[in-house]
């Protein structure tokens, strides 16, 4: 099966990419960063806000190939200050149930837009 792409009007793209890629087994999510579909801006209120404006934007991509949360294999956390860690980490942990999907949080130098979190993610079917 060719790729094939997902979108979905709650998330935006700030680039030249597909919200998600459906390879018929797994669908790859570009990282996405907190912006708000009802203003096009980030999110406001600290980074467990934009952690929270994250998922709802990758899980409405998801929704889009008729997958869920629990469909969730792998997430990859970016943040642009480690001491955001536990408010990241708080937040995460409202969006999944165990068994959760295995993580790497990383530390960057900054993000698009100015924004304090990207998530990415893979699913599989």
Known sequence: MPRMP?????AAAV???SHAVDDGDYVFCSGQTP???DTGALKEGGVG???HQCFDNLFAVLADGG??????SKVNVYLTD???FAAMNSAYAERF????????TIGVAALP???RVEIELVARR
């Open 97 to 104: 149930e165990e068994p959760f999907p295995a993580r790497t």
């Open 113 to 115: 837009l100015g924004a």
């Open 35 to 37: 912006i708000d579909p």
């Open 49 to 51: 806000a934009q952690t």
């Open 82 to 84: 480690m001491d955001d």
């Open 6 to 10: 997902l979108s979905s009007p709650n």
């Open 15 to 17: 680039g030249p990419y």
């Open 67 to 72: 997958l869920e949360p629990q469909h969730v």
